[in-house]
């Protein structure tokens, strides 16, 4: 029995621990109500108890704004009319009615948590029985948590190793071992042996390759007795490629990483797979943390001349895509809104469960009911990715490349300012007239629109870098005929948004020939020039599709050249284009029509542009030809206006721009072609409603209860408060780009002081290696988390993380460790007193990923192709790519070389999974996956008998051993690393001579020792 005192201690301990999960005002006031306090009924009125109750468990849904079940509990006026509660009568309420519930049954009330409590709905009895006393002016206020007590909140602080003379267990072989070592010491608990070699060698190979170790690594490391064999043997292998092969599967797992999009059509992601390299490439190069979330979150922004700043935002689109929602559905209709919504809550869950693990998606359609997170903290963090969507983007995979083509880009948005700066300054000079006539143009151009398009378009000369650049195209009419007139027909292309009057030069010359006799000699024919006109911008800038007569009067002449002097501007280049070049005779009649055509250059892309199009009779057609007329002296209007504003020096300015900018376009499309990946994007092609953003980013506003059709309060960019006092909103300064945001959220987010990060990713690595985390939720540090088991050392981990941001460096620390180095052997006194084996007395045994399974199976039959990176090879045959993709794993070959690489590399489908790799419990990449599940079901030994792929594997593996002098002991050891036993030689030889080798090979994939690491 426990005296007073004792029972006040017991109590207060509990009340303390109590508080930290269930928050210290929701918890108060069931203490209060169940015990008093210690001070007395006087310190907390009966309406404060109240207050606090209503307040904690009922207001959130039922307010003055959302009143669920058409009732508000915010006011007593408002009890009093929702006709739930009669002051005075508590028989008569049926608030109390929802609150209790029938023998046997539960309450209905509250809708999403646990019923009240014998002693909370007393006091409402006597609350309600003693006519609801409500002070004036008092209205309840939705409870949100605001209390930042909870250890993952707290500043990380390295904590001092444990001594190991105290721990009385002589562990001193690495600071992990001494605080491991105080939990056996405080728990009665005795540690396991060491493992022996064999089980070692092939627990870390597994562990930081994926793969089995050969039979011929495990004889010579069990050979090895060098002090350091240990050491070399982890060194081997974090130096192989085959490392990141598996730690980057581990981090997809995470992030959701899929090959298609889900949803209704699960459309193919062909470009998904260079964020899959980047992250086995950063594992690999061992990636310094911090840059690693930083490139993955606003690697373009950080570090834009760097190749895997683009790859690396694939981070951001790794998740599911609803494509209906996107491409079908244009933004503004409320599916629209709806999807793009969701495409902004898995871009904030990705972010922040992934690098901080909290669940920030709570608080989507009410405040977080655990954390000191509100819907406010929430939005503000959607605020960060507004202006981003998922599509394809261009990288280069040569870092001079890469800094090459930024430093032009950045000239080019230099130039293209200066030279804006300069159009701006030739609006305002031209004040109302130039406004007028931009407005008559404006309103003519859909008056002087094309009547009809045919298909050939005309003669297109090949592209210039400069407008002064000379181009010429020639029309030979057969012999010598009488002139008239020459007609110039423009062409119409709505490419980079020209329209009508594309490629017209803004200076050009027109010139005849006629042919001279033959001279005797040379037998030859010499061109005599008979006429020539020279046409300048003011006269004709861009006639739209009126066409450009030329009336000299008559002469003779055979070839009739057009020379452009100044090339008319495409994009960020120049050129030369004409539909239709007509010569008339005094009759009218065309003389040119099929005529022979000659060029300096053309574009050669039938029937579109090509030479003999300028004689072939067809040109665009104007609907009206007055206003086309009328457009083409408007825009002459235009060119004498603006160079009346433009001074020389504003002129030579302009042209030398219009230089530079030629030679940063020709330069660009000089470098290297470009890959494509998946991933975060502003820019890209639109397709149907899926419009890009041009890097504007989208107002976002509170939802209430994460309606779309709600839209509260805008928010601006922001992160999550760490302690009461902290400054969540990103200040940024009025004219930040779209990149500025997410840049300011990955700081944030790697920012040494940010308990959150480092706590998370040590707990991360220390879960791969021992199959279950220090804290049992990676994914969520919070008051919905589990706590952690070693609290110090977790702590001591993610400050040695912090301090070296090295991965490698902690798999060095743990698997050095004793703890890690244990028998897996069962105990039956420890497992008494922890039989979950938290305090890891043993170490854990663990079946093999699906992954792992699948690639030892390939290594031991000696199909396995180490390939790495590039396009997933397919498990299936693909059906209707272009709808509504169909997956067919049963028509697949599994003796198809290509599918033979390591399952990282397999192209991933979220709606339909390979049937074999999810029987293996294979992540469901449509969610977050911190950890696999481990099942042991018949389905999975009936798979690896009977599925088409192990069968094909059995058949190589059979051959592989099958002129081996004894193929049964053989395989035996392939598939276990070490030597059969007599007994189990004996039954390996019978089986193999009665069933056949193949078979054998299928009953070995299904052995323990090839399926369970130790």
């Known amino acids: 029995m426990m005296n007073d005192s004792?029972?006040?201690?017991?109590?207060?301990?509990?009340?303390?621990?109590?508080?930290?999960?269930?928050?210290?005002?929701?918890?108060?006031?069931?203490?209060?109500?169940?015990?008093?306090?210690?001070?007395?009924?006087?310190?907390?009125?009966?309406?404060?108890?109240?207050?606090?109750?209503?307040?904690?468990?009922?207001?959130?849904?039922?307010?003055?704004?959302?009143?669920?079940?058409?009732?508000?509990?915010?006011?007593?006026?408002?009890?009093?009319?929702?006709?739930?509660?009669?002051?005075?009568?508590?028989?008569?309420?049926?608030?109390?009615?929802?609150?209790?519930?029938?023998?046997?049954?539960?309450?209905?009330?509250?809708?999403?948590?646990?019923?009240?409590?014998?002693?909370?709905?007393?006091?409402?009895?006597?609350?309600?029985?003693?006519?609801?006393?409500?002070?004036?002016?008092?209205?309840?206020?939705?409870?949100?948590?605001?209390?930042?007590?909870?250890?993952?909140?707290?500043?990380?602080?390295?904590?001092?190793?444990?001594?190991?003379?105290?721990?009385?267990?002589?562990?001193?072989?690495?600071?992990?071992?001494?605080?491991?070592?105080?939990?056996?010491?405080?728990?009665?608990?005795?540690?396991?042996?060491?493992?022996?070699?064999?089980?070692?060698?092939?627990?870390?190979?597994?562990?930081?390759?994926?793969?089995?170790?050969?039979?011929?690594?495990?004889?010579?490391?069990?050979a090895d007795d060098s002090p350091d064999a240990y050491e070399q043997l982890v060194e081997r292998l974090l130096a192989s490629p085959r490392y990141g092969e598996r730690w980057a599967r581990h981090w997809l797992d995470v992030v959701k990483y899929a090959d298609t999009c889900g949803y209704d059509k699960d459309k193919l992601r062909p470009n998904a797979w260079p964020y899959r390299d980047y992250v086995i490439r950063s594992f690999n190069n061992d990636k310094p943390y911090a840059r690693f979330v930083q490139e993955q979150i606003a690697g373009d922004a950080l570090f834009p001349e760097e190749v895997d700043a683009i790859p690396a935002l694939g981070f951001i689109s790794a998740g599911p895509w609803d494509f209906i929602g996107h491409v079908e559905v244009p933004e503004e209709k409320i599916d629209g809104k709806v999807a793009r919504n969701l495409d902004r809550d898995d871009m904030v869950s990705n972010a922040m469960n992934t690098f901080c693990s909290i669940t920030i998606q709570c608080a989507r359609c009410h405040n977080h009911k655990f954390d000191p997170f509100t819907q406010e903290h929430y939005y503000s963090l959607q605020s960060v990715f507004a202006a981003v969507d998922r599509a394809d983007r261009l990288y280069d995979t040569d870092p001079a490349v890469a800094r090459q083509r930024h430093a032009l880009q950045q000239q080019e948005r230099e130039i293209t300012a200066d030279l804006k700066a300069i159009d701006d300054r030739v609006k305002t000079d031209?004040?109302?007239?130039?406004?007028?006539?931009?407005?008559?143009?404006?309103?003519?151009?859909?008056?002087?629109?094309?009547?009809?398009?045919?298909?050939?378009?005309?003669?297109?000369?090949?592209?210039?870098?400069?407008?002064?650049?000379?181009?010429?195209?020639?029309?030979?009419?057969?012999?010598?005929?009488?002139?008239?007139?020459?007609?110039?027909?423009?062409?119409?292309?709505?490419?980079?948004?020209?329209?009508?009057?594309?490629?017209?030069?803004?200076?050009?010359?027109?010139?005849?020939?006629?042919?001279?006799?033959?001279?005797?000699?040379?037998?030859?024919?010499?061109?005599?020039?008979?006429?020539?006109?020279?046409?300048?911008?003011?006269?004709?800038a861009n006639p739209g599709l009126a066409p450009v007569a030329m009336v000299p009067g008559k002469f003779k002449a055979r070839r009739i050249r057009i020379t452009a002097t100044h090339l008319a501007t495409r994009k960020n280049d120049y050129h030369f284009a004409l539909a239709e070049l007509r010569v008339l005779d005094a009759s009218g009649s065309n003389v040119a029509a099929g005529a022979k055509v000659t060029a300096l250059d053309s574009v050669e892309a039938p029937p579109r542009w090509r030479k003999s199009n300028l004689t072939d009779g067809i040109w665009p057609q104007n609907s009206n030809p007055q206003a086309a007329e009328q457009l083409a002296d408007a825009h002459r209007r235009r060119t004498a206006i603006t160079a009346r504003t433009l001074t020389p020096a504003l002129i030579a300015r302009q042209k030398q721009l219009q230089i530079e900018r030629s030679r940063v376009a020709r330069e660009l499309s000089e470098l290297p072609q470009q890959l494509t990946v998946y991933a975060a994007a502003t820019h890209f092609k639109p397709q149907g409603n899926f419009k890009p953003t041009a890097g504007t980013p989208r107002t976002v506003s509170v939802l209430h209860r994460g309606n779309v059709q709600q839209p509260g309060q805008s928010v601006s960019p922001g992160v999550v408060p760490l302690s009461e006092d902290a400054d969540w909103q990103l200040r940024l300064p009025s004219e930040h780009s779209e990149s500025d945001r997410r840049a300011a959220l990955a700081q944030w987010i790697t920012d040494h002081d940010n308990p959150l990060t480092w706590r998370s990713i040590a707990n991360r690595i220390w879960q791969y290696h021992f199959s279950k985390g220090l804290v049992d939720s990676p994914n969520d540090l919070g008051r919905m988390g589990q706590l952690p088991t070693h609290p110090e050392l977790l702590d001591w981990l993610a400050d040695e993380f912090r301090r070296t941001q090295s991965f490698k460096h902690m798999h060095r620390l743990i698997v050095h460790s004793t703890t890690y180095q244990q028998a897996s052997q069962h105990n039956s006194a420890n497992a008494a007193v922890d039989s979950d084996n938290?305090?890891?007395?043993?170490?854990?045994?663990?079946?093999?990923?699906?992954?792992e399974l699948r690639d030892s199976i390939l290594a031991v039959s000696g199909r396995l192709n180490l390939e790495m990176g590039g396009p997933g090879f397919y498990l299936f045959e693909l059906e209707k790519a272009d709808h509504s993709p169909h997956y067919e794993y049963h028509k697949f070959d599994p003796d198809d070389p290509a599918s033979h690489r390591r399952s990282v590399y397999r192209f991933i489908v979220r709606s339909q999974p390979d049937p074999f790799m999810t029987t293996l419990d294979c992540a469901d990449s449509s969610q977050s996956t911190p950890r696999r599940n481990e099942t042991l079901t018949s389905l999975q030994a009936l798979s690896l008998l009977n599925n088409s792929f192990n069968l094909a594997m059995a058949n190589h593996f059979a051959a592989r051993v099958a002129d081996s002098k004894s193929p049964a002991s053989d395989a035996f050891t392939l598939a276990t690393g070490r030597e059969p036993t007599d007994s189990e030689r004996t039954a390996l030889q019978h089986y193999s001579q009665q069933h056949g080798l193949r078979n054998l090979c299928r009953v070995l994939f299904n052995l323990s020792e090839f399926v369970f690491v130790d």
């Not at 309450?107 to 948590?113: H, I």
């Not at 009385?168 to 728990?187: K, L, T």
């Not at 190979?205 to 089995?212: A, E, I, Q």
């Not at 045994?845 to 992954?851: D, G, N, P, V």
């Open 430 to 540: 031209g004040g109302k007239e130039l406004a007028a006539i931009d407005q008559r143009i404006a309103d003519l151009k859909s008056q002087a629109a094309a009547l009809s398009k045919p298909a050939e378009f005309g003669y297109h000369s090949q592209i210039s870098s400069t407008a002064a650049a000379e181009k010429w195209v020639e029309v030979d009419l057969g012999n010598e005929v009488e002139i008239t007139t020459v007609v110039l027909h423009p062409c119409h292309d709505n490419y980079a948004g020209i329209g009508a009057g594309f490629g017209f030069p803004a200076r050009f010359r027109v010139e005849a020939f006629s042919d001279r006799p033959v001279d005797t000699e040379s037998k030859t024919v010499q061109q005599r020039l008979v006429e020539s006109w020279d046409f300048t911008n003011a006269d004709y």
């Open 838 to 851: 938290q305090y890891l007395w043993r170490m854990n045994r663990r079946r093999l990923t699906a992954e």
């Open 6 to 222: 004792e029972v006040t201690i017991t109590l207060s301990v509990w009340y303390r621990r109590c508080c930290r999960f269930l928050g210290l005002a929701a918890f108060a006031t069931i203490f209060a109500c169940t015990f008093g306090t210690a001070h007395g009924e006087d310190d907390a009125s009966e309406f404060d108890r109240v207050r606090q109750l209503l307040e904690s468990r009922c207001l959130a849904c039922h307010n003055d704004t959302d009143r669920k079940g058409d009732f508000s509990l915010q006011s007593k006026s408002a009890l009093i009319e929702s006709g739930f509660v009669t002051a005075g009568d508590a028989a008569d309420s049926h608030l109390l009615t929802t609150l209790t519930a029938d023998s046997g049954g539960v309450p209905s009330m509250p809708k999403d948590g646990e019923p009240l409590t014998d002693d909370e709905v007393r006091l409402l009895h006597k609350w309600i029985g003693s006519g609801m006393p409500w002070p004036d002016g008092i209205t309840l206020q939705q409870h949100t948590v605001d209390d930042f007590n909870w250890w993952s909140f707290q500043p990380i602080r390295r904590p001092a190793v444990p001594a190991g003379d105290k721990l009385n267990n002589g562990w001193q072989q690495s600071p992990i071992d001494a605080f491991i070592a105080r939990q056996h010491v405080e728990n009665g608990l005795m540690r396991s042996g060491p493992a022996d070699r064999r089980t070692l060698i092939r627990r870390i190979t597994y562990d930081l390759t994926g793969l089995p170790p050969t039979p011929d690594e495990i004889s010579a490391f069990v």
